[in-house]
């Protein structure tokens, strides 16, 4: 088992990419806590990974509330006397044109995917230098790398989560801990789904044709799979030395390149 004894903590692992990911830790041996807003979901991904013969924990975390994540992650801490590996992947995203988007929504979408983010690597560093040991990985999106519409804060939330992951990168390195980022193409989830209709509505298209939009610049026509990126997660999070520290990770079957 890649990650046996390991304990780690999965942002919005109640389900989507998240559960994908602390699944695939459980399998590999890793202590998962499963850190989310929606105590039923997380309940049940806990559950299921307790009833696979894995180990799993549900932990409510508001990553938007400074107090809440530092209590949270003390309290893990102090469950298991460390903290491996963070998985930032808790994530919103509002879609609406630029020229009509609210304020309130900008400053949501920000606080969720790029402040959330940032507070729960502050909490776990500390743990994690005195233990000279440690993975953060960040899940990105093919948005970190470039733009797209009726996304303006979610694009703007996710180039950032590039800039702290090469500073915590940076700074970290003494310290034995690396940073990477994830950087997943898309993905069928609701989030998707949602925005496939708002697009076609606003676009005056069909779904199918913003679906093969999407994927047009792919090699093989394909959306991505949960499995990918929690295979991704997993190879990052057992990787040996620092020689990978700092990098993004493009998971999006070539639809882009760099």
């Known amino acids: 088992m890649k990650l046996k004894n390991k304990v780690a903590i999965v942002t919005g692992s109640g389900s989507g990419i998240g559960k994908g990911v602390a699944l695939a830790y459980a399998s590999e041996g890793a202590k998962v806590v499963i850190a989310d807003l929606n105590e039923e979901t997380g309940t049940k991904t806990a559950q299921e990974?307790?009833?696979?013969?894995?180990?799993?924990?549900?932990?409510?975390?508001?990553?938007?509330?400074?107090?809440?994540?530092?209590?949270?992650?003390?309290?893990?801490?102090?469950?298991?006397?460390?903290?491996?590996?963070?998985?930032?992947?808790?994530?919103?995203?509002?879609?609406?044109?630029?020229?009509?988007?609210?304020?309130?929504?900008?400053?949501?979408?920000?606080s969720i995917n790029l402040h959330g983010a940032f507070l729960t690597t502050k909490a776990c560093l500390k743990f994690m230098y005195a233990a000279k040991a440690g993975s953060i990985i960040y899940i990105g999106s093919v948005s970190s790398k470039q733009g797209s519409k009726f996304q303006a804060p979610y694009v703007a939330a996710k180039?950032?989560?590039?800039?702290?992951?090469?500073?915590?990168?940076?700074?970290?390195?003494?310290?034995?801990?690396?940073?990477?980022?994830?950087?997943?193409?898309?993905?069928?989830?609701?989030?998707?789904?949602?925005?496939?209709?708002?697009?076609?509505?606003?676009?005056?298209?069909?779904e199918n044709e913003i679906i093969e939009s999407m994927l047009s610049e792919t090699v093989n026509n394909q959306f991505i799979t949960s499995k990918d990126i929690s295979d991704c997660a997993v190879f990052l999070a057992s990787f040996k030395t620092n020689a990978l520290t700092g990098q993004s990770l493009m998971v999006n079957h070539g639809g882009y390149m760099e």
């Open 49 to 110: 990974i307790n009833m696979k013969g894995g180990h799993a924990i549900f932990v409510r975390m508001d990553i938007t509330n400074e107090d809440n994540v530092n209590s949270s992650i003390n309290y893990v801490y102090e469950k298991y006397g460390k903290i491996d590996i963070l998985v930032n992947n808790a994530g919103f995203k509002h879609i609406e044109k630029i020229n009509e988007l609210a304020y309130q929504n900008w400053k949501k979408v920000i």
């Open 159 to 206: 180039h950032a989560l590039l800039g702290l992951c090469r500073v915590v990168a940076k700074e970290a390195a003494s310290h034995n801990v690396s940073a990477n980022v994830i950087c997943p193409g898309y993905i069928k989830t609701s989030l998707l789904e949602k925005q496939i209709s708002h697009k076609a509505k606003v676009l005056n298209q069909s």
